[in-house]
């Protein structure tokens, strides 16, 4: 049972494929796992974000904010048809910094302050949103810098760059989580946060490093959004919490923390899209697909959670 709820993610991902699959054959066509691929970039930058912080116990709910802000910073220092700004391709730092300064002050919040990050992080969230608007007047910026939609449009051995950059980003993901400090005490923490700070663990710094490093996959995130899209907005990143965080728990990360992967993260991403790529294929209306991912991450948590150890449900 040990090694079935191991490789439980992976197994879904195959059952639910050869189902969609069955029904419709054109799921299997290239073009259409091409889109996938394509689909999954976005999402994954921000459950790996995430994924780092639910290690911990917490949760970060500032995503679409951090994006948002990020994404039109990034926005206005490129070419675009709102201003006259363009620093080219020195604009893709500033988009990762502005996303980690943004996790900085979600992790003090935390850490200084001790606001629990389900408050601070959903505060900052609207910050952020509040932010990008007032930076557009509510307007929408579109992006004319060709370096920029390359990202998304330039293609490598058939699949778009931003793939490739996504599995970078997912590479370097594993290693600061299984063969770093931080990620080692990122885990302690969620374990047992008590235990790890009298065995030496500076738990406050560590808590503002991985909220920073969550904020710095949020920026690069918002990268590839306006990359994609094409223009850069406040609500650029509307809606993708809830994919984010349902990836997560579907990729077995716990809420209560203590574990969770970089690769588990990645079969939970495909898992909701594919499933969303199939309910699309099969012509089930949205709305219905939306009640299907709610119930999707209500049974991975019912599965991922020993109930038999709760003695508290909160």
Excluded at 54 to 77: H, K, N, P, R, Y
Aim: net charge positive; with cysteine.
């Amino acid at each position: 049972m040990a090694r079935l709820r191991r490789f439980s993610s992976l197994i879904v991902l195959l059952l639910i494929g050869l189902l969609v699959g069955s029904i419709n054959h054109h799921f299997f066509d290239p073009m259409n796992l091409t889109r996938i691929a394509t689909a999954s970039t976005i999402p994954l930058l921000m459950a790996l974000g995430g994924m780092f912080v639910i290690q911990m116990g917490s949760i970060d709910l500032s995503v679409e904010g951090v994006v948002a802000i990020a994404a039109v910073c990034f926005s206005l220092l490129i070419s675009n048809t709102l201003n006259a700004h363009s620093i080219g391709l020195w604009a893709l730092p500033v988009a990762v910094v502005v996303g980690a300064l943004m996790g900085l002050v979600n992790g003090l919040l935390q850490v200084r302050l001790r606001i629990p990050s389900f408050i601070g992080t959903l505060g900052l969230g609207f910050v952020g949103i509040g932010l990008a608007t007032a930076l557009l007047q509510g307007n929408t910026v579109r992006v004319v810098d060709m370096d920029v939609r390359a990202v998304a449009l330039y293609r490598v051995l058939g699949l778009p760059l931003s793939v490739w950059i996504v599995g970078v980003a997912l590479i370097i993901a594993h290693v600061v989580s299984r063969h770093t400090v931080l990620g080692r005490h990122a885990l302690a923490i969620g374990g047992a946060e008590d235990l790890a700070r009298l065995n030496g663990v500076q738990v406050g710094r560590i808590r503002i490093a991985v909220f920073a490093l969550a904020g710095g996959f949020y920026g690069l995130a918002a990268i590839l959004a306006v990359a994609q899209f094409g223009q850069g907005h406040a609500l650029i990143a509307q809606g993708q919490l809830f994919t984010a965080i349902t990836a997560i728990v579907v990729g077995g990360c716990s809420l209560a923390g203590g574990n969770g992967s970089p690769f588990g993260t990645l079969l939970g991403v495909l898992i909701v899209v594919v499933l969303s790529n199939g309910m699309v294929l099969m012509g089930i209306p949205p709305y219905v697909q939306q009640g299907v991912q709610g119930v999707l991450i209500i049974v991975a948590v019912a599965m991922a959670l020993d109930r038999a150890k709760a003695r508290v449900v909160k």
